[in-house]
């Protein structure tokens, strides 16, 4: 899960929304710990879970980590002020966004991870334009 955030690291744009689903322990918050070190962040990567975010700034992107593990009504979101985070100029990777129920952006990217037996699957699914253009420039470059 590390390795793939890192390289996923390198296509990711300002303004993205990525959401990631799967059940406790997939590896939600290891894929955005490694999404995080390919963007160059160099300290401890938190989970979210109790704090409901943590703000990375790096350079000049802020990155935002959301869990919504904790949400027992979608309207907590809102309550919460986190409208404004999804922006044009920041990346924002949502833990548990199910929780929020319709109050979330589109999601640029949905990750799915299921556990298995013998690891892991992971589905990747573009619902944007730019969602559809990092899945291109990763596919590209993991091809050559």
């Known amino acids: 899960m590390l390795?793939?955030?890192?390289?996923?690291?390198?296509?990711?744009?300002p303004g993205l929304?990525?959401?990631?689903?799967?059940?406790?322990?997939?590896?939600?918050?290891?894929?955005?710990?490694?999404i995080l070190?390919?963007?160059?962040?160099?300290?401890?990567?938190?989970?979210?879970t109790y704090n409901l975010v943590e703000i990375y700034k790096i350079s000049r992107l802020y990155l935002y980590h959301f869990d919504f593990y904790r949400f027992n009504d979608p309207l907590e979101w809102e309550e919460?002020?986190?409208?404004?985070?999804?922006?044009?100029?920041?990346?924002?990777?949502?833990?548990?966004?199910?929780k929020a129920e319709d109050l979330l952006p589109i999601a640029?990217?949905?990750?799915?991870?299921?556990?298995?037996?013998?690891g892991r699957?992971?589905?990747?699914?573009?619902?944007?334009?730019p969602g559809i253009q990092c899945l291109q420039q990763w596919n590209t470059q993991e091809m050559s």
């Not at 390795?3 to 744009?13: H, I, K, P, S, W």
């Not at 070190?37 to 979210?48: D, E, I």
Request: hydrophobic share 40%; with cysteine; glycine share 10%.
């Open 121 to 129: 699957s992971i589905e990747i699914r573009a619902s944007t334009e």
């Open 80 to 98: 919460a002020g986190f409208r404004e985070y999804f922006n044009p100029a920041s990346i924002c990777i949502v833990e548990w966004p199910e």
């Open 17 to 34: 929304t990525i959401f990631l689903q799967g059940n406790l322990g997939a590896g939600k918050t290891t894929l955005a710990r490694g």
């Open 37 to 48: 070190h390919g963007l160059g962040y160099q300290h401890v990567v938190k989970s979210p």
């Open 108 to 118: 640029d990217l949905q990750i799915t991870i299921k556990i298995h037996d013998k």
């Open 3 to 13: 390795d793939l955030g890192n390289r996923m690291a390198r296509f990711l744009q």
